[in-house]
């Protein structure tokens, strides 16, 4: 049993099935506090040595779980240093982006293709083509500026006549915004919800007889919207 212990950490020749499924849960976790370590912003914005840690970690843990010859308290150790490393090199990002090369790059400028922007950025034309059809944007002639992110992707703003029209500019009375407001989910009705919109069970109930619903139980999702709307959905 010794023995056995000895190899999962260390690593040796064999291990016995139950030290994989050790290693792996042992793995996990150390994956999850790493991750959690290195916050959000290593997460949701993959620049390129965020791509590098990200894809290290996974590689260092997966041969750990399936090779028994290598040691799980090296991946112990490397994996903290590898989160470390992107923490410190994130703080350069932000102090020094010229230094890094993070500075966004104008591929589109007053409507016109900036031919030394795309070999900068390494961007075919169709690769920008594709990119802006992807935000909805199928004619060039709307465009006033495209930018190569830093994170990889192309931002575009249309010129002033192609922008969807604002309330103010004429000058309609104001709209409250607000996220949907959950009213029952799985026949359990929120009357907190209820409450904060100044609502009340009868309001509810008649608005469901209304869809021919007799009773919230057999309601999967309602929700109120913004607009006014009621989306129910019976699951």
Known sequence: MADAWKVLLLGGSAM??????????????????????????????????NYLVASGIVAISASRMVNPEHGLLEAFVILPVFAGLNIIQSY?????????????????????????????????????????RLQGVHLMSQVAYATLEPNGKISVTKKNEYQPIQRNAFQLPEKNVFLPHFLIYDGTVYLENLKKLGLDMTWLKNKLLEKGIPEPQGVFVAMLEDDGTIYISLG
């Open 92 to 132: 350069v990002d932000i102090k020094w982006p010229k230094f890094i090369g993070l500075e966004p790059i104008v591929l589109i400028e007053n409507g016109q293709i900036q031919k030394s922007s795309l070999l900068q950025g390494l961007i075919s034309i169709d690769e920008l083509l594709g990119q802006m």
């Open 16 to 49: 016995p099935l139950w030290g994989f499924a050790v290693r792996a849960a042992l793995l996990y976790w150390m994956m999850i506090l790493v991750t959690r370590w290195m916050g959000k912003r290593q997460v949701g914005i993959l620049t390129g040595h």
